[in-house]
């Protein structure tokens, strides 16, 4: 999958976030959470995490792709925008070729050949072990132009700056989150708990205890949309409050999904009916997941194929099974052992 999907986790954000932080002109607009619905969430304004993707987007990525005597294409002008559920990332680009034959005296080389325009590339997020992460495919890149020359760009661009952009997104997003390597649940907890409080009529310490008990029974959510990136966690009000650690739910049923190739492999899994949530799994690692209900209903779905585009795969798993991911043909399977 690694040649398809370019993935990056905020794990390895080191390297951009070391070169600097932004200019003062930005300031920062801290996150902030409201609890309504039964459901808890916290917002990163979209001007805040909007200024920081340009910055480092212009800062790290804008310059040259290739520059040879034959060939040069440059990037620059980056600027992003916020839909749904996706971060739109445009730029400018410069490109021109130019042929050369062999004369008395060397190379020969003739007119240059030029062509500009813009690229346009979705940035998706989703949540993998607890933490947000940004990505894009190749599937997810749209051209100004569509001619000879960009499309002999488009393996350039796919080896050199696609994974550039998903780097710097997620450098921007573990900034307007105050760190390097943000877990969510510390990112509910140091912007949530004074909701949940406010809402229950708790003190800090019992909201908290309150969200830890929240996390244990389900994922946090994290999507994008034109207010900014929005992480939600459903807390009903039906377990709170809570004043000491919570006891152990019994499990309805388990299903253990195993990566048996080299690279890491993206998955969605629906429990007991409920809505799908995406997550990721190294290689040779394992995703347990359980659920409580009667009867127990566990669906998967994935990209399977190595080819461009998403092509769905969709699975119901047994009860109590163990489940594997293996390589199959042109693509990927999941298996039951």
């Known amino acids: 999958m690694k040649a398809r999907t370019k993935m990056i986790g905020l794990a390895l954000l080191a390297v951009a976030l070391s070169a600097g932080?932004?200019?003062?002109?930005?300031?920062?607009?801290?996150?902030?959470?409201?609890?309504?619905?039964?459901?808890?969430?916290?917002?990163?304004?979209?001007?805040?995490?909007?200024?920081?993707?340009?910055y480092l987007l212009n800062r790290h990525v804008s310059g040259y792709v290739i520059n040879t005597k034959?060939?040069?294409?440059?990037?620059?002008?980056?600027?992003?925008?916020?839909?749904?559920?996706?971060?739109?990332?445009?730029?400018?680009?410069?490109?021109?070729?130019?042929?050369?034959?062999?004369?008395?005296?060397g190379r020969i080389y003739g007119p240059w050949v030029k062509d500009s325009g813009w690229i346009e590339v979705d940035v998706r997020t989703g949540v993998g072990n607890g933490m947000l992460f940004a990505y894009t495919r190749n599937g997810y890149v749209r051209w100004g132009s569509n001619n000879w020359f960009t499309n002999q760009f488009r393996s350039l661009f796919d080896q050199k700056v696609r994974d550039n952009v998903a780097d710097n997104v997620n450098a921007a997003v573990a900034q307007s989150l105050g760190g390097r390597k943000v877990p969510l649940a510390d990112v509910l907890l140091r912007y949530g708990a004074a909701d949940i409080a406010r809402a229950f009529g708790v003190s800090r310490a019992v909201a908290e205890n309150t969200i830890r008990s929240a996390i244990r029974r389900t994922n946090p959510?994290?999507?994008?949309?034109?207010?900014?990136?929005?992480?939600?966690?459903?807390?009903?009000?039906?377990?709170?409050?809570?004043?000491?650690?919570?006891?152990?739910?019994?499990?309805?049923?388990?299903?253990?999904?195993?990566?048996?190739?080299?690279?890491?492999?993206?998955?969605?899994?629906?429990r007991g009916g409920g809505r799908f949530k995406s997550y990721r799994v190294e290689p040779n690692r394992r995703w347990r997941f359980s659920t409580t209900a009667n009867p127990p209903r566990f669906v998967v779905k994935f990209d399977w194929s190595f080819a461009p585009f998403f092509q769905e795969r969709r699975y119901g798993l047994r009860p109590n099974s163990h489940n594997d991911f293996r390589l199959r043909g042109n693509g990927i399977d999941l298996t039951h052992r």
Do not use: C, M
């Open 21 to 54: 932080g932004l200019p003062t002109r930005l300031g920062h607009a801290a996150p902030h959470g409201s609890y309504r619905n039964r459901t808890l969430q916290v917002v990163v304004p979209g001007p805040e995490l909007r200024g920081r993707i340009d």
């Open 221 to 270: 959510s994290a999507y994008v949309t034109a207010e900014g990136l929005v992480i939600q966690l459903a807390v009903p009000r039906t377990h709170q409050p809570v004043t000491s650690q919570p006891t152990h739910q019994p499990v309805t049923s388990q299903v253990w999904i195993y990566n048996q190739t080299r690279n890491p492999i993206f998955f969605q899994i629906s």
């Open 70 to 105: 034959s060939q040069t294409a440059y990037i620059k002008n980056f600027r992003s925008s916020f839909g749904n559920r996706v971060i739109k990332i445009r730029f400018d680009y410069d490109i021109k070729r130019r042929g050369w034959t062999s004369g008395p005296f």
